[in-house]
């Protein structure tokens, strides 16, 4: 083995852990590698096993594994993600205000670990990085996915009477209203997430549903 440099830029979200991409331009981060050049990974189905940047994987020491080779000269990017975080290596933050005046301490010099994630690949032959990406729902949001769930489920089963149509409409109204207003309340960068106006199921329809049978039982 020996020791090699190599520069290289992949593609990221518009942002750490959202789901997000502009196509024009496509936003990007360069790191360089510095390491052996060849590292190797044992996979099992799709479960990523280990990994070792020193030397070569045995297949006695990993039994029923699939043992990857991979030249880091080809692919610099997967021996950086399975390189040991430096021991002097820092964050970098900028102050982010959000909607509820708190300030969000927003990485300014992520590592590729950081955007990235080693996964086995779809067909089980070799391992791949892929974007990491967080749950963007708050819990209200969650729990308002539940609600519509809920409704959605009887209102497919049975013909409701008009006046509970225009009750469970206003709900939704409402529902999408506050979907819109927290798109932009991003979980991980609070402490604490405010409820608000969280959209509450109006009783009358509440219990007129609770009267019929569960449409997971009607055929």
């Known amino acids: 083995m020996a020791d090699i440099t190599k520069e290289f830029t992949v593609n990221v979200q518009d942002e750490l852990w959202l789901n997000k991409w502009t196509d024009d331009p496509v936003n990007t981060a360069t790191y360089t590698y510095t390491g052996t050049d060849t590292v190797w990974a044992s996979i099992h189905g799709d479960n990523l096993m280990g990994f070792d940047t020193e030397k070569e994987m045995s297949q006695d020491e990993h039994p029923n594994c699939t043992i990857i080779e991979i030249d880091c ?6 021996g950086q993600w399975m390189k040991v975080l430096a021991d002097d290596f820092e964050y970098t933050y900028e102050d982010e205000t959000q909607a509820d ?119």
Do not use: Q
């Open 73 to 78: 000269n080809d692919r610099p990017e997967i």
């Open 101 to 219: 005046g708190s300030v969000y301490k927003k990485i300014t010099n992520p590592r590729l670990r950081d955007w990235k994630d080693l996964v086995v690949n779809s067909d089980g032959t070799d391992v791949e990085l892929v974007p990491l990406y967080k749950l963007e729902k708050t819990t209200h949001e969650l729990i308002l996915d539940k609600r519509l769930r809920w409704l959605e489920k009887y209102e497919n089963t049975y013909d409701l009477d008009d006046d509970t149509k225009v009750l469970i409409a206003a709900f939704k109204t409402a529902a999408s209203d506050y979907i819109t207003a927290n798109a932009s309340v991003l979980p991980w960068k609070y402490i604490t997430v405010a409820e608000g106006n969280l959209p509450k199921l109006p009783m009358a329809v509440v219990n007129l549903l609770k009267t019929l049978p569960d449409p997971d039982t009607v055929l």
